[in-house]
């Protein structure tokens, strides 16, 4: 059974780097697209990008130039970048398997941007 | 982007009795060229991720129970749970998957009544 296993910081600083990894066992990359959700606490879901195994990537607009999803096949491993954090980046962040829609996911990081 | 939204933002039934939600769409998520709505409903409680409960608009995720449906096409869905249990208490996502950016509606809480 796939599972998803993901970690991280889960407390910045204004400004720095938000820096999630999240691996796939019992299972392959190769297939599928595999994304990055997030959720403030309290608050909806919102989809931020997604990569397939070769590397190819979508992201949502509306974080502009800030997110960066990378993929390492050799450790079947994904990545999350998110530069320049503020409060507002304060959420759950979710990594997913993405057959079209999300059937798998990883159990949250929470990521908290303080001060 | 398509704007999913969701009504009403939260119900209360009593146990046993029928819970129904809807979804709407900016923009109808049927693919004609598959005749396939390119909607997906999720169910979220407290602390855990969301989990897959329909797909396809109307198909039931492995091991989801039948008292769990779906249906509608288009702009327009429902998601109906038909004898609600303890353990629905949750709140309920639908999300387009037709184009990216991907996008989800802002939830529905079913609370016992």
């Known amino acids: 059974q796939v599972q998803l296993q993901q970690w991280g910081a889960g407390l910045l600083k204004p400004s720095e780097t938000l820096s999630l990894t999240c691996a796939v066992y019992?299972?392959?990359?190769?297939?599928?697209?595999w994304s990055w959700i997030r959720q403030p606490p309290g608050k909806g879901l919102e989809w931020l990008g997604e990569?397939?195994?070769?590397?190819?990537?979508n992201y949502n607009p509306s974080l502009k130039s800030r997110v960066t999803i990378s993929v390492d096949t050799s450790k079947n491993q994904f990545s999350l970048r998110l530069s320049s954090v503020t409060a507002a980046d304060t959420a759950v962040y979710y990594c997913?398997?993405?057959?079209?829609?999300?059937?798998?996911w990883g159990r949250g990081t929470l990521v908290t941007v303080s001060s | 982007d398509i704007v999913m939204t969701q009504s009403p933002d939260s119900l209360a039934v009593s146990l046993g009795e029928r819970a129904t939600m809807n979804c709407k769409s900016s923009?109808?998520?049927?693919?004609?060229?598959?005749?396939?709505?390119?909607l997906a409903w999720y169910q979220q409680k407290p602390g855990q991720p969301p989990k897959l409960l329909i797909y396809?608009?109307?198909t039931r995720e492995s091991g989801v129970p039948d008292r769990f449906s779906a249906s509608g096409s288009g702009t327009d869905f429902t998601l109906t749970i038909s004898g609600l249990q303890a353990e629905d208490v949750a709140v309920y996502y639908c999300?387009?998957?037709?184009?990216?950016?991907?996008?989800f509606g802002q939830g529905t809480k079913v609370e016992i009544k």
């Open positions: 999300q387009q998957y037709y184009i990216t950016p991907r996008t």
């Open positions: 396809w608009a109307s």
């Open positions: 997913a398997r993405e057959i079209a829609y999300f059937d798998l």
């Open positions: 923009q109808s998520l049927l693919y004609s060229s598959n005749n396939k709505n390119y």
């Open positions: 990569i397939n195994h070769s590397g190819s990537t």
């Open positions: 019992d299972g392959s990359l190769s297939d599928d697209y």
